[in-house]
């Protein structure tokens, strides 16, 4: 492996193909933090993938009338709406998902 980095008649002065070494390092390196930012901002790793474990999956078993649940929940929680209109509403869409 020396005599490849040695300096020699058929290779010039320029030391053989040691000036390749360090490109390829370099294109090495640049490869690793292109593979970290690109993981960093898909989520594969990092903030954004703790949050995606921790957020609530929708699950294709669950109720279609779920998100409608969760609107009228909101409201009734802000105030928009009485008990009577919060039960009624509630009971209207659980009659009608089954």
């Not at 002065?13 to 593979?35: D, E, H």
């Not at 609107?71 to 659980?94: H, K, N």
């Amino acid at each position: 492996m020396n005599a490849l980095i040695m300096p020699g008649p058929h290779w010039g002065a320029a030391g053989g193909i040691a000036p390749v070494f360090p490109i390829i390092w370099a294109a090495l390196w640049i490869g690793f933090l292109a593979l970290a930012v690109v993981g960093w901002r898909k989520g594969w790793w990092g903030p954004r993938r703790a949050q995606a474990a921790t957020a609530p999956a929708a699950s294709p078993a669950a109720s279609p009338t779920a998100s409608a649940e969760q609107i009228l929940a909101e409201r009734y929680a802000r105030g928009e709406m009485t008990d009577e209109e919060y039960f009624e509403r509630m009971s209207v869409l659980r009659g009608a998902s089954s």
